[in-house]
C-alpha cells in the first residue's frame, strides 16, 4: 500500500495570507488526523476528521480549519497567518481513528514558513 | 497544559550502550501509550506500544515499561545503534485522539 502524502512539502507565505495544505491517507483508512509540530511544544493535535465530519477538535483557534472530501483526502486551511503558525504540519491516517491499540500513519508532512 | 511530558529534551548515549527514554502523563484516562520515532524531514514512524494492562512490552531491541502508579512510562533501547539517533515521541490515547509528548532528541555516538 501507498503511504501517507502531503503536498506541498515545502510552503513560505507572508503574516495575513492563508494557506491550504493536503494530505491523502493509505488507502482504506477512513480517519485522517492533523497535527502541528514546532520545536517549544512537539506535536499538538489539530483536529481529526472521520468519514468526511469533524469528530475532534484540539485547543487551536479558528482560523485553523479543515475537511475531508468522500474519497477520504483531507485539507487544512489555516487564515490570517501569523508568524507563530511556522512550523510542520503532519496528518495521520488510521482505519477508525485512534481506537485502542491502533496505529496512526502519518505523512513526511508539511514544512509552512511564514515571513 | 502538557498531559503527556517528556522532560529531557536531549540525550546522549555511547553506541552499545542503553538509552533510557522517559515519558510522564497526567491524564489517568489514558489507557495506551505508544512511541514513535522521527527522523528529520519525515513523519514520526510507530515504534512499539503498550496497554495499561500490561507493565511491560518487549520488542527486540525496544522494550516499554509502564508503571501506572507513578504515570511513568519508559523506552530502553538495547544496545544502542547509530541508526537509532532520531526524536522520539511518547504518545498516549484515550481513543481518537493521540496526546503526544515534546519529544527527545536520541543522539547515539559512535
Known amino acids: 500500500k501507498a503511504g501517507v502524502t502531503q503536498t506541498p512539502r515545502y510552503l513560505i507565505k507572508t503574516r495575513g495570507q492563508q494557506v491550504t495544505l493536503s494530505c491523502s491517507p493509505i488507502?482504506?483508512?477512513?480517519?485522517v488526523s492533523w497535527y502541528q509540530q514546532t520545536p517549544g511544544q512537539g506535536l499538538q493535535f489539530l483536529f481529526e476528521?472521520?468519514?468526511?465530519?469533524?469528530?475532534n477538535k484540539g485547543n487551536f483557534p479558528g482560523r485553523f480549519s479543515g475537511r475531508q472530501f468522500s474519497n477520504s483526502r483531507s485539507e487544512m486551511n489555516v487564515s490570517t497567518l501569523e508568524l507563530g503558525d511556522s512550523a510542520l504540519y503532519l496528518c495521520?491516517?488510521?482505519?477508525?481513528?485512534?481506537?485502542?491499540?491502533?496505529?496512526?500513519?502519518f505523512g513526511p508532512g508539511t514544512r509552512l514558513l511564514v515571513l | 497544559d502538557q498531559q503527556v511530558k517528556q522532560n529531557s529534551p536531549s540525550l546522549s548515549v555511547q553506541e552499545g550502550r542503553i538509552s533510557i527514554l522517559n515519558c510522564d502523563y497526567t491524564?489517568?484516562?489514558?489507557?495506551?501509550f505508544l512511541w514513535y520515532k522521527k527522523y528529520p524531514a519525515e513523519g514520526p514512524t510507530f515504534l512499539i506500544s503498550?496497554?495499561?494492562?500490561?507493565d511491560k512490552n518487549e520488542d527486540g531491541r525496544f522494550t516499554v515499561f509502564l508503571n501506572k502508579s507513578a504515570k511513568h512510562l519508559s523506552l530502553h533501547i538495547v544496545p544502542s545503534q547509530p541508526g537509532d539517533s532520531a526524536v522520539y515521541f511518547c504518545?498516549?490515547?484515550?481513543?481518537?485522539?493521540?496526546?503526544f509528548g515534546t519529544g527527545t532528541k536520541l543522539q547515539v555516538i559512535p
Open positions: 504518545a498516549a490515547l484515550p481513543p481518537q485522539k493521540v496526546t
Open positions: 476528521y472521520f468519514s468526511e465530519t469533524q469528530r
Open positions: 491524564n489517568s484516562m489514558f489507557d495506551y
Open positions: 503498550i496497554s495499561s494492562i500490561k
Open positions: 495521520a491516517s488510521s482505519s477508525h481513528g485512534g481506537a485502542m491499540g491502533e496505529t496512526q500513519y
Open positions: 488507502s482504506g483508512h477512513r480517519s
